[in-house]
């Protein structure tokens, strides 16, 4: 070192050592050396110095010289941290702008765009070169509002900020929804000299937001309005109807026999079922009508601007009664179903939503008791019924309890012999207001609702501990038969019930007989064989009611540990007059005994009736001839003054 200033103290440590080795990196200095070789000066050579002891950035500029008669090289050094961390941090803005998943723009005071980043030209899918140097209009949608673009610009130039969503138009004039946030860029002095504007692509959120909406208004299985949507359609069509002076139909549609279908195929093919129902109701409407899915399998039809009921009445008897008769075609099943429909005009059936929902399904329970398959208009006795019946049902609940219940008994008659083989037991609802009321009238809102289980468990231990009464009273053995109903056959703790009334009466298990009807033994048959074994087990015989009517195959019924059949009294009935009938009773007794089955004929009202039965073979009789139903003390005395003596 042969002289240095003051100020180039701090850059060579110490003035003994050589600058260069501590300064420069070893390929920094052979670059160095060879360029000031090559032309004899080096202007601004970047480099990082190390040689004042904390590595700093410089800028070193040198010329060969002759100094003091020596060769020398002359260097001026110039430090450039400050600079070069505005470079990195520069550098690092440029990445975060390229790389940024938003869309940037950067524009100019006139609004005229000075360069836009990837995630831009991504979406935008323009190249840089068609943007620079252009005004941003062109890159906003038509569907824009006027009113909106007025806003920003307003807004923009007043509080130098905007934000809210914006539909983008795309190089290929597709738009796509933007959530945009624009920002003026002002110097020390306050003057706007950029704007920023920063982007989002929000399709993918909207979409979801669409989803939800669509969610939370329309059923998931069938895409038809839900129940929500329903009443506000309805509400809104009233709100229209009172202004106009026409009418407004509300249909509550109920699928017929559903749950068969669901217990028999499974609920995949149940739903496949809904969803084709939803589409034939759909194209039943009008524009303008409203199809919803309350839930299950029941729907709400909302017809809009009606003249009279009578239009109304047209449709269903001329257009979707009929057609939901019709196939539908279901994963490889033709599926055949009926609907029972209630209808509720306003204002002639109510003025408000509520009661016309409400008097539209109450009329729709009347088509569903009234036979199925057809429609009912309703009617204000409907109501006054519909009021009765909740008062049965509540009354039902306690009928037990206040020992309302008493069962009836109906002789059984063997063919040949005359003499009484048991009883039918059958159950009476003894009302404190209503009087004697038949189990027609009030089983099925006892199955309904659930109270049948409790109900049934009532009937077995009344039975058998009037059979044990009878037994202990010296009249012997009377066997008694009981009704079972599909409810109690499922409710799964029937065979729990049946041993405790074994624990508590001495009844002999072969003496009670339970009867079921032929589609209670079908209705999910692989369970209803484990239940029948399972009563079959402790001891209790079991028969089919009402045989003929329904749909067993012959298959099924080897497999069901049955004792007896029991032909159902339509055979009987006109069997003088019917060759069909006493043929179709002469089948079920061949092939009852064929299975090693008794057969006992029910509706037996004629000693001619008791005569073709017992030429046909019958085993035993059962009807109005011998007796009707009635109540065990009546019973008693008809035993002592019958001649049908007790069977041994």
């Known amino acids: 070192m042969l002289h240095a200033n003051q100020a180039a103290h701090a850059w060579q440590g110490s003035l003994e050592r050589d600058p260069w080795v501590g300064g420069m990196s070893p390929q920094a200095r052979s670059r160095f050396f060879q360029r000031l070789s090559d032309l004899g000066a ?3 050579f970047e480099v990082c110095w190390s040689g004042g002891g ?16 020596q060769r020398a090289v002359l260097s001026t050094f110039t430090p450039i941290n400050k600079m070069k961390l505005m470079e990195s941090r520069l550098e690092l803005w440029a990445k975060v702008f390229e790389a940024s998943a938003e869309s940037l723009i950067v524009m100019d005071a006139d609004m005229r765009i000075i360069t836009v980043n990837q995630a831009f030209r991504r979406h935008s899918l323009y190249d840089l070169v068609e943007l620079v140097g252009k005004r941003p209009g062109f890159l906003l949608a038509p569907d824009n509002s006027p009113e909106q673009l007025d806003s920003l610009r307003r807004t923009l130039a007043r509080r130098g900020y905007w934000q809210g969503e914006i539909s983008v138009q795309r190089k290929s004039m597709e738009s796509y929804p933007a959530w945009l946030v624009m920002n003026a860029v002002r110097d020390l ?23 939800i909406e669509h969610m939370a208004h329309h059923d998931a299985l069938t895409g038809l309005a839900n129940r929500h949507v329903s009443k506000l359609r309805l509400a809104a069509a009233i709100a229209q109807a009172r202004r106009s002076g026409e009418k407004v139909g509300v249909l509550f549609v109920d699928l017929d026999r559903f749950k068969h279908v669901n217990d028999a195929l499974g609920h995949h093919v149940g739903d496949a079922l809904l969803q084709s129902v939803s589409k034939r109701l759909l194209q039943l409407v009008r524009e303008g009508d409203t199809v919803s899915r309350l839930g299950g399998d029941e729907f709400v039809v909302i017809l809009n601007g009606i003249g009279d009921a009578q239009a109304i009445a047209a449709l269903l008897d001329a257009r979707l009664i009929p057609a939901m008769r019709e196939p539908h075609q279901v994963e490889g099943n033709e599926l055949y179903v009926s609907c029972s429909v209630g209808v509720a005009v306003y204002p002639d059936h109510g003025d408000d939503m509520d009661t016309l929902m409400r008097h539209a399904d109450a ?3 009347q088509a569903k008791s009234g036979g199925r398959d057809h429609a009912r208009m309703f009617t204000p006795q409907m109501q006054e ?17 206040r020992q309302e219940l008493v069962l009836y008994y109906q002789p059984r008659i063997d063919a040949r012999s005359g003499c009484l083989n048991g009883v039918e037991s059958l159950i009476r609802w003894q009302h ?10 009030f089983i099925p809102a006892a199955e309904e609702s659930g109270l049948i289980v409790s109900i049934g468990a009532w009937v077995i231990r009344e039975a058998c501990r009037q059979q044990v009464a009878w037994r202990e009273a010296g009249m012997g053995d009377i066997a008694v038969s009981i009704n079972l109903s599909a409810i109690q056959l499922k409710s799964g703790g029937l065979a729990a019930t049946l041993r405790e009334v074994l624990r508590e009466f001495a009844v002999t298990p072969g003496q009670v007989e339970f009867e079921l009807t032929e589609s209670i033994l079908m209705d999910n048959v692989d369970d209803t064989i484990a239940t029948l074994h399972a009563i079959k087990a402790l001891g209790f015989a079991l028969s089919i009611d009402d045989f003929g009517t329904g749909y067993s195959s012959l298959n099924y019924l080897c497999r069901f540990p049955l004792d007896k059949l029991k032909i159902d009294m339509s055979f009987v009935q006109d069997i003088h007059g019917s060759p069909q009938n006493l043929a179709v009773t002469k089948t079920i007794v061949g092939l009852g005994h064929t299975l090693g089955l008794s057969v006992t004929a029910e509706g037996v009202e ?3 009736d008791a005569d073709v039965l017992r030429h046909a073979g019958c085993d035993e009789l059962q009807g109005y001839y011998f007796a009707r139903p009635m109540p065990q003390a009546q019973f008693i005395v008809w035993l002592a003054q019958s001649a049908a003596p007790r069977a041994a």
């Open 42 to 44: 080096v202007d601004e």
């Open 432 to 441: 404190p207001q209503h009087g004697l009321i038949a189990p027609d009238s």
């Open 189 to 211: 002095d306050g003057v706007t000299t950029h704007f920023i504007a920063s982007s989002l692509d929000i399709s993918e959120r909207k979409a979801s937001e669409r989803q």
């Open 385 to 401: 019924q519909q009021l009765q019946q909740l008062h049965l049902e509540s009354d039902l609940r306690h009928a037990a309890e």
């Open 54 to 69: 904390t590595p700093t950035w410089a800028l070193i500029s040198a010329r060969l010289i002759d100094y003091q008669g």
């Open 606 to 608: 004629s000693a001619a």
């Open 363 to 365: 009329a729709m329970y």
